[in-house]
């Protein structure tokens, strides 16, 4: 097996991999793991702040619903501003609880897209260069 990194990995930093879902609830992705045959350790999974890291996660969905729905022209959102305010918040949240890879990466080009129908191409640039580096 060969694994290639998408961004610059720092001495002594911790690598880890992903068996279930990110986004999903402690408990399901508790479940998920039953067939790998162990049980995670991590704060997030088992820590004194998994209620508040699944109600990041609930809000990271809840963000990609809206996101989904104002990207197919449905729902009540129409502002670009509050889109890309809402991309943000995503990065944020993400950020909060540990979660990178291709979820960063999509909220980054969610906020990138946005920046670029608000006609701030500077902005799109910056986003798209935190893409596959933060
Ligand atoms: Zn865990």
Do not use: W
Request: proline content about 1%.
């Amino acid at each position: 097996m060969v694994i290639t990194a998408t961004r610059t990995i720092q001495k002594d930093e911790e690598i880890t991999i992903a068996y279930t879902e990110l986004l999903a609830k402690a408990r399901d992705r508790r479940l998920d793991l039953v067939p790998f045959g162990f049980i995670c350790k991590c704060e997030a999974c088992d820590g004194s702040e998994s209620t508040m890291h699944d109600a990041h996660r609930l809000a990271i969905l809840h963000i990609l619903d809206q996101l989904d729905d104002y990207d197919r022209g449905k729902g009540d959102m129409e502002d670009p501003k509050v889109a890309l305010g809402l991309a943000a918040a995503m990065v944020h949240l993400l950020k909060a609880t540990g979660i990178m890879g291709i979820h960063l990466d999509e909220a980054y080009s969610r906020c990138a897209d946005h920046a670029s129908e608000l006609g701030d191409e500077e902005l799109h640039e910056k986003f798209m260069h935190r893409v596959n580096n933060d």
